[in-house]
């Protein structure tokens, strides 16, 4: 990935990261953490990779939080100068849950 698709990756996570925390008001997502954005090179699509910070159902949180994908593109478009806006998806990222199985599998060798 060339400077200016990580400069537009970085900027477009933080416009939603912005955009979750301050306009979106549905209780369903909770505490959520961007993690990582990917660009195509021709910036038709952007998946975003997120985690939740409580326990529950992680599937439904996903679901909630990509019912408002269209708002999100569009007031990117607003936000974001580029030719084209990305079509964004959101990717439940389990590395936070497999670094902490690992974590318990040691403590349990330790034992």
Partial sequence: MGVKHQRVASQILKELSSMIQFEMNDSKVGFVTLLDCEITTDYSYAKVYVTFLES???????????????????????????????????????TYEKGKRIDEILKDIKQ
């Fill in 56 to 94: 529950g159902n992680n599937a439904e949180r996903l679901e909630a939080l990509s019912r408002h994908a269209k708002y999100f593109r569009m007031e990117l478009g607003k936000r974001i100068q580029i030719r084209k806006i990305p079509e964004v998806q959101f990717i439940l990222d389990k």
